[in-house]
């Protein structure tokens, strides 16, 4: 089993910075990739940005040039810090840990971009 525990959330108004921390804790030998993922109210779940163990990074054509995702294995943590953020990103952030045959997500942290 793999715990998450996000955080770094909350109110940013429009052009604003944010930085979101996901500790991971268990059995994480199993783990390759982690992510960030986000969902808006009437929206489906969608990709942020993903990392993988050998810190290849994918993003999502809406976040690129703006957000930069890394982790620290030492510390077992992903982070993702958002740069230029838009009322458009607004929404839940989950932190996804993936290996072959697992997946975990943690329990989701707000994010507000409004004036």
């Known amino acids: 089993q793999v715990q998450l525990v996000e955080s770094g959330g909350g109110l940013v108004q429009p052009g604003g910075s944010l930085r979101l921390s996901c500790a991971a804790s268990?059995?994480?030998?199993?783990?390759?990739?982690m992510g960030w993922y986000r969902q808006a109210p009437g929206k489906q779940r969608e990709l942020v940005a993903t990392?993988?163990?050998?810190?290849?990074?994918n993003y999502a054509e809406s976040v690129k040039g703006r957000f930069t995702i890394s982790r620290d294995n030492a510390k077992n943590t992903v982070y993702l810090q958002m740069n230029s953020l838009k009322p458009e990103d607004t929404a839940v952030y989950y932190c996804?840990?993936?290996?072959?045959?697992?997946?975990?997500w943690g329990q989701g942290t707000q994010v507000t971009v409004s004036s």
């Open positions: 268990g059995t994480l030998f199993r783990i390759n990739t």
């Open positions: 996804n840990a993936w290996g072959i045959g697992h997946d975990y």
């Open positions: 990392i993988t163990g050998s810190r290849g990074t």
